[in-house]
């Protein structure tokens, strides 16, 4: 995922380019492609002095052109199109459906702990599902039960989440992430283990005191952090975190049941 935002990062943005030139080392990048599409971001702004932007899908035309390994294209354009499939997924005899999720995790959540990491991409292909016809089409206003399962242990939480709500949801979310000015610092499991919790707290709890120290806690995390990648990809604790963590993770708490 980091690897990912940073790609993205010095596709789209001259000035993260320049805040991290004299940092940059491509070797850091697990991902041979993910190294390779470095590659050719910097050597355009060797040339131009400027983000690629629009321009690195003809960098990319032109590669194949030059005899670029077709199976190494395939896999650039397999990334963007098959992204958000899952491959476990059938409905229950009473209509509703359910998805297995293997996360080969050797840490699951206690027994009474709410769900981690692991149930974020398959609720939002849930709700991608949702928001388009096809989908809608197939699904209805079934429930989703997710099992994800760990070495050790397997974990059950339902959900119903209505069509309206997903392309709410959604629309602020993608808003979001176009409108910020700087990629944010808000990883699921740091803002949601921390002793002041807004995805959880309902309305009247809410104060401006627990805002200003759920903020404060956060830039300690923040402060803490030791990944040279995240330090590569300079993101920023945008202000209002309580009302943005708020507003993009409680949705996955919010399940029927779970065990």
Not at 107 to 133: A, H, Q, R, V
Not at 201 to 206: G, K, N, S, T, V
């Amino acid at each position: 995922m980091i690897e990912r935002r940073i790609i993205i990062g010095l596709v789209t943005s001259t000035n993260y380019i320049r805040q991290i030139e004299n940092i940059w080392d491509t070797q850091l990048l697990e991902s041979s492609t993910a190294r390779m599409l470095a590659g050719w971001v910097w050597e355009y702004y060797g040339k131009y002095h400027k983000a690629p932007n629009r321009e690195i899908e003809n960098i990319y035309y032109q590669k194949l052109k030059e005899g670029l390994n077709k199976e190494i294209g395939e896999e650039i354009e397999t990334k963007v199109e098959l992204h958000g499939q899952r491959p476990w997924i059938w409905k229950a005899t009473g209509g509703d459906w359910n998805m297995l999720v293997l996360t080969g995790s050797e840490k699951s959540p206690g027994k009474k702990t709410p769900p981690d990491k692991y149930i974020l991409e398959p609720l939002l292909f849930w709700m991608f599902c949702l928001s388009i016809n096809d989908g809608r089409g197939r699904i209805g206003d079934s429930n989703i039960t997710f099992h994800i399962v760990y070495k050790e242990d397997v974990k059950i939480w339902t959900y119903r989440i209505g069509e309206s709500e997903a392309n709410e949801y959604l629309t602020r979310l993608v808003s979001d992430y176009l409108n910020q000015k700087k990629m944010e610092w808000l990883p699921f499991e740091e803002v949601t283990s921390q002793s002041i919790a807004p995805h959880k707290l309902r309305d009247d709890e809410i104060s401006e005191d627990k805002k200003a120290r759920f903020q404060t806690e956060l830039q300690e995390v923040y402060g803490e952090t030791a990944s040279y990648l995240i330090k590569l990809a300079n993101p920023c604790l945008p202000d209002m975190a309580f009302d943005k963590v708020r507003g993009r993770f409680r949705v996955f708490f919010e399940f029927l049941d779970g065990e």
